[in-house]
């Protein structure tokens, strides 16, 4: 457990190093709440408050771009080589692996703090349970997306492969998911023959982790257990797919 607490630090020291370029990020995020989101309220006014609609998925895709962050790093460090220091460590490969894909899910969940706070400031707090679950939810949130950022990281040969594939990972999690619009708006794209962006949609983790802060937060949808599941899923998979593939990939360089 202390050598993979100390990959985390290294990967917090890291993290820091950017900091004016995450507190940028930050107020580019309040302003697509605070303005964007605004006037979108005003222009479905009677159809849906965009304005709190929107307020847990920026959150969500708060937590997303920097728990993906990790990757960019990953695939620096390989392609450079700065990983022959890291395996000269005391530690394994696994617990190498494993640090990392922590590292980043935590970083995510700082990233983000903000963004939840402003949430609960502005549309209400939750009971300690459901912060409980809410919290859980996003750290297994986190860590899944850091695992998906890490296995395209060291199964990508030069940086602009890499950005290519973040490109269209953002774009599948994002847009065919409830961040942006409600479930019942992506499901009305089923009678148009796009029935399987509606099913990914549906398992989208970034759906179910907006919705879950959604339904203790605004009461709709109604929370239900298989939302939680689904991200727990999506976390075992990636996080065990990422630390298997970035151990090997060491193996071999």
């Known amino acids: 457990m202390r050598q993979i607490l100390h990959v985390i630090e290294y990967d917090f020291r890291n993290f820091f190093r950017y900091r004016w370029f995450i507190i940028a990020l930050l107020a580019m ?25 929107f307020a847990p998925g920026l959150a969500v895709i ?8 990790i990757g960019r790093e990953v695939n620096m460090e390989v392609r450079r080589e700065v990983h022959h220091y890291l395996l000269s460590l005391p530690m394994t490969r696994t617990e190498l692996a494993i ?33 409980l679950v809410i919290l859980l939810a996003l750290f297994l949130l986190a860590v899944g997306i850091s695992g998906v950022s890490i296995s395209i990281a060291v199964s990508t040969t030069s940086f602009e492969k890499f950005v290519t594939a973040r490109g269209v990972v953002y774009y599948m999690f994002f847009f ?31 759906t179910n982790g907006s919705d879950l802060i959604r339904s203790f937060l605004l009461g709709s949808p109604v929370f239900s257990p298989l939302m939680l599941l689904d991200v727990a899923i999506f976390c075992a998979i990636f996080s065990l797919l990422a630390t298997f593939a970035y151990a090997k990939i060491l193996m071999r360089r």
Do not use: H, K, W
Not at 104 to 129: Q, S
């Open 29 to 53: 995020n309040f302003a697509d709440l605070f303005i964007s989101a605004i006037v979108f309220s005003q222009m479905t006014r009677g159809v849906v408050d965009y304005f709190r609609f």
């Open 99 to 131: 640090g990392r894909v922590l590292a980043g899910g935590l970083r995510g969940m700082l990233y983000m703090t903000p963004l939840l706070i402003t949430n609960f400031a502005l549309l209400g707090l939750p009971t300690l349970p459901e912060l």
């Open 62 to 69: 708060g937590l997303f771009a920097s728990a993906f962050m």
């Open 176 to 206: 065919c998911s409830s961040v942006f619009y409600p479930m019942a708006i992506i499901q009305t794209l089923e009678t148009r023959g796009l029935a399987p962006l509606v099913r990914f949609a549906e398992i989208n983790p970034l």
